[in-house]
């Protein structure tokens, strides 16, 4: 840089100076390729959710005679054994798989947090229950739980469904978290932290916290994908509420019709097609969220090799 | 102990701390050891790892608290600081420095939040950003030119000596009275080394910190140090003028940690090897003095009872039945 001299006004113009040179991790976020795609995937059925009734108006589950008619002009999805359009119902459909997914989802998460974080920091009896009760909810198995569960709600409205995903979705998170804030409390920034003064929760929020961020994240996200495939599962069974419309009821009504031996296959790629991109989406937004919150990834692999390519060049 | 007309900064009375294993045996870290630090006074504690160094480092951070004995700051015991606002003050004024510059900054603060944020804390600044001065002031003074380069840099970008001295900054942000270094110098290069010494005089000299310096490394002791004490086995064994210590160590130990360091007058004379022996813990944990196993000049009274301080000249003190000047047992 420049030459510098003693004043320190002079110091604090070029730290001005450098400060719009400091990238704010959101930016780095948009700038993400992979990251990007994955969230224009997402925001997409989002916007399908929020806009159903603007994009695919009337009623989905509105039963016609054009039954099992393959894709054409009129129907562009085709149409189903009770002639519904399947584009109307996948529209309509995004909105529980995505109501119960994120909202189980992040309930799941919030419970792992706390009792992931809140046990290992506490440490002593605290955390000794804590683990009992996750190793407990890990060695049971999920859906079998989850079965039990909402047959004894008999056919459970989208707040069970979404309590009972929550319930069963949180141990491994659990772990995971825990064992990660274990590693993090012992380390020399922490007790640094501990005796410049910081307050527990001051520890927490800005040294634990920030560096288990992209943890956190990707457990939101990988535990989103576990409700869509919870809810789509428990719904394809027949245990939800078959006359709502989402993408597992989609599914049970096409297995219940037989729709693979009707050759309907219309019927059952559509639904399949969505929850393996919305799948796929989070999957990349996880990646890009990882190579941000970990500097020194993000200038590795290719991006390192571009960037090295661009100063050549 | 130096001629300094101020009461101590920090003392330890009689301080001792007991571990539990696992096992239900017991850990003794720390055998009633007494020490003084005095305002400005560079002290250097010397011993080999498991010496208890660094649980008197906990002790004197308050991370751990003493079974035995009192720890004291300015004449206040340290486990009657209880209160929020007291323990912010103890902070305020006894700083640390860790060992590993790679373990002790927080990968994804910038320098300038990692100096600035225990000035935030103890109220010297009303906010990171408009404390972004003596940020900048305080990165010039621990060598981090240009500061406004730095500011902004993660950990990573940093190499192990720009990183320890970031560390350092961050210690002296709050203008403490203490700070205590432990092994601050052990885990970067031997060329960065004096740097870092030399910032630690500096801070003495411009901002009258006072250091406890915890070392393995007699060279630095006595490079830096106004006082060495030696540890073995959680028991201080020698006290002196760093100079002295080196010139004239008294203590069977202290001898054989002097030995230990090259030295290139030395050179061509058939070194004296010493054997360290694996030692069984129960076996130096008895009354005695911990040295006697190992000790060239041990009698029967050694393994049973623990030497008292004896003066062997004005400020040099040692705990040794036997202790002699170091020629005298050099056979060579």
């Known amino acids: 840089m420049t030459e510098t001299t003693d004043i320190p006004g002079n110091d604090l113009e070029l730290l001005r100076t450098m400060r719009s040179r400091n990238n704010q991790s959101w930016h780095a976020f948009i700038r993400n390729r992979t990251g990007m795609t994955g969230m224009l995937i997402f925001l997409l059925f989002v916007a399908l959710a929020i806009l159903a009734p603007w994009i695919a108006p009337g009623n989905p589950s509105a039963i016609t005679m054009n039954i099992l008619i393959p894709p054409n002009s009129h129907y562009l999805l085709g149409t189903t054994a009770e002639g519904q359009s399947v584009l109307m119902q996948t529209i309509w459909g995004t909105r529980s798989t995505l109501l119960v997914g994120l909202s189980a989802g992040a309930l799941a998460t919030l419970l792992s947090i706390i009792i992931g974080v809140g046990g290992a920091y506490s440490g002593g009896l605290v955390d000794d229950v804590a683990t009992l009760f996750s190793n407990i909810f890990i060695v049971i198995p999920g859906i079998p739980l989850m079965i039990v569960l909402t047959t004894y709600l008999h056919h459970a409205g989208v707040g069970a469904m979404i309590l009972v995903i929550a319930f069963t979705g949180w141990p491994f998170g659990a772990r995971v978290l825990r064992s990660q804030t274990l590693s993090l409390r012992s380390r020399d920034f922490v007790r640094a932290a501990r005796l410049s003064g910081e307050g527990t929760w001051g520890v927490v929020r800005r040294e634990l916290f920030p560096n288990m961020l992209s943890l956190i994240i990707a457990n939101l996200l990988g535990t989103i994908m576990y409700a869509i495939g919870a809810e789509v599962s428990l719904q394809f069974l027949g245990l939800g509420n078959i006359n709502t419309v989402s993408w597992g009821t989609m599914l049970y009504w096409a297995s219940n019709y037989q729709a693979l031996l009707n050759g309907a296959w219309w019927w059952i790629i559509p639904p399949g097609v969505c929850i393996g991109l919305i799948g796929g989406a989070l999957a990349l937004v996880n990646r890009s969220i990882d190579e941000i919150s970990n500097p020194q990834l993000a200038m590795s692999g290719r991006s390192k090799k571009r960037r090295l390519r661009r100063k050549l060049a | ?332």
């Not at chain 2, 001065?133 to 305080?138: H, K, S, V």
């Not at chain 2, 052990?186 to 411009?206: N, T």
């Not at chain 2, 002791?221 to 210590?245: F, Q, S, T």
């Open chain 2, 1 to 332: 102990m130096t001629e300094s007309h101020d009461a101590p900064i920090l003392s330890l009375e009689h301080v001792s701390k007991t571990f539990h294993s696992g096992k239900g045996t017991l850990i003794h870290a720390v055998r009633d050891v007494s020490l003084v630090i005095n305002p400005r006074e560079i002290v250097c504690l010397v011993g080999e790892s498991g010496s208890g160094k660094s649980t008197t480092a906990n002790l004197i951070m308050g991370t751990e608290t003493p079974t035995q004995g009192v720890v004291s700051y300015r004449g206040q015991n340290l486990a009657q600081i209880r209160t929020r606002s007291a323990i912010l003050d103890y902070r305020r004024h006894v700083q640390m420095i860790f060992q590993d510059p790679y373990g002790s900054l927080n990968s994804l603060h910038t320098v300038g939040y990692t100096v600035g944020r225990p000035m935030q804390i103890h109220h010297l600044v009303p906010s990171i950003n408009r404390g972004a001065d003596q940020i900048l002031r305080l990165l010039r003074q621990v060598g981090l030119t240009p500061p406004s380069e730095y500011y902004y840099k993660l950990p990573y970008q940093l190499s192990g000596g720009q990183r320890q001295r970031v560390a350092i900054a961050r210690a002296l942000a709050v203008q403490p009275d203490l700070v205590v270094a432990d092994e601050p110098v052990s885990m970067l290069d031997v060329s960065l080394r004096a740097g870092i010494l030399q910032l630690i005089l500096e801070a003495r000299e411009s901002a009258g910190v006072a250091f406890l310096y915890i070392t393995h490394d007699l060279a630095s002791a006595r490079y830096i140090g106004d006082r060495i004490l030696v540890m073995y086995k959680g028991r201080l064994c020698e006290e002196g003028p760093a100079e002295e210590v080196i010139a004239h160590p008294h203590h069977p130990y202290t001898q054989a940690l002097v030995e230990a360091v090259p030295n290139p007058e030395r050179m061509g004379q058939p070194e004296e090897i010493i054997v360290t022996p694996d030692l069984n813990e129960t076996k130096v944990l008895g009354s005695g003095c911990p040295y006697y196993p190992l000790c060239p000049v041990a009698t029967a009274q050694c393994q049973d009872t623990m030497p008292e301080w004896t003066f062997v000249q004005d400020q040099h003190q040692v705990r040794c039945f036997n202790a002699a000047p170091l020629s005298m047992h050099h056979t060579s």
